[in-house]
T-cell receptor, first 109, second 114 residues
Framework: GQNIDQPTEMTATEGAIVQINCTYQ??????LFWYQQHAGEAPTFLSY??LDGLEEKGRFSSFLSRSKGYSYLLLKELQMKDSASYLC??????????WGAGTKLIIKP | IAGITQAPTSQILAAGRRMTLRCTQD?????MYWYRQDLGLGLRLIHY???????GKGEVPDGYSVSRANTDDFPLTLASAVPSQTSVYFC?????????????FGPGTRLTVL
């Protein structure tokens, strides 16, 4: 079967750095997406990785290792507005997104 | 309008009733999707449409039907609602269906079936 695993909840301090991990087992791989979802709102796109390595976009970076079936999202200089759920999704061989359950990130002052 | 709209925002429905959730996008995207989101579970694909006039079944299609008569609209119908269909429903669209095409999501419809 297809499976995406990510921690249920994480807590971090304002101004710090946090890394949210995602491991996956899917039938085929056509890229990995990270989305942010604030409570009661729709998911919004953060990043896309299809090749191994690190993609940096401002305070957010995303890393992929296809051989290990592993990705992480790195958030730097945390702000209170970063409190949200972070969703990992893999595009499978049918070009459909398989979603993890999301990681709820709580930022404390 | 800009982006994707969904209606209604929320709905309480008696079991056995028929219900259509509406979704409209103005980005001229080819592909559209319907997901449900339940606590503790990832988004699950119900139905999708790669282009106007075509539809396909996702992971959890039973009890739901869709149509795609034109590019902009992608309604989701529950023929006879059951309590297990209580969920938050998101419509999404993307320019294409392959690789790097990010999906844009509507604001969601919160449906409660009693």
């Amino acid at each position: 079967g297809q499976n995406i695993d990510q921690p249920t909840e994480m807590t971090a301090t304002e101004g710090a750095i946090v890394q949210i991990n995602c491991t996956y087992q899917t039938s085929g791989f056509n890229g990995l997406f990270w989305y942010q979802q604030h409570a009661g709102e729709a998911p919004t796109f953060l990043s896309y990785n299809v090749l191994d390595g690190l993609e940096e976009k401002g305070r957010f970076s995303s890393f992929l290792s296809r051989s290990k079936g592993y990705s992480y999202l790195l958030l730097k200089e945390l702000q209170m507005k970063d409190s949200a759920s972070y969703l990992c999704a893999v595009m499978d061989s049918n070009y459909q997104l398989i979603w993890g359950a999301g990681t709820k990130l709580i930022i404390k002052p | 309008i800009a982006g994707i709209t969904q209606a209604p925002t929320s709905q309480i429905l008696a079991a056995g009733r028929r219900m259509t959730l509406r979704c409209t996008q103005d980005m001229r995207h080819n592909a559209m999707y319907w997901y449900r989101q339940d606590l503790g579970l990832g988004l699950r694909l119900i139905h999708y449409s790669n282009t106007a006039g075509t539809t396909g079944k996702g992971e959890v299609p039973d009890g739901y039907s869709v149509s795609r008569a034109n590019t902009d609209d992608f309604p989701l119908t529950l023929a006879s609602a059951v309590p297990s269909q209580t969920s938050v429903y998101f419509c999404a669209s993307s320019d294409g269906v392959r690789e790097a095409n990010e999906q844009f999501f509507g604001p969601g419809t919160r449906l409660t079936v009693l």
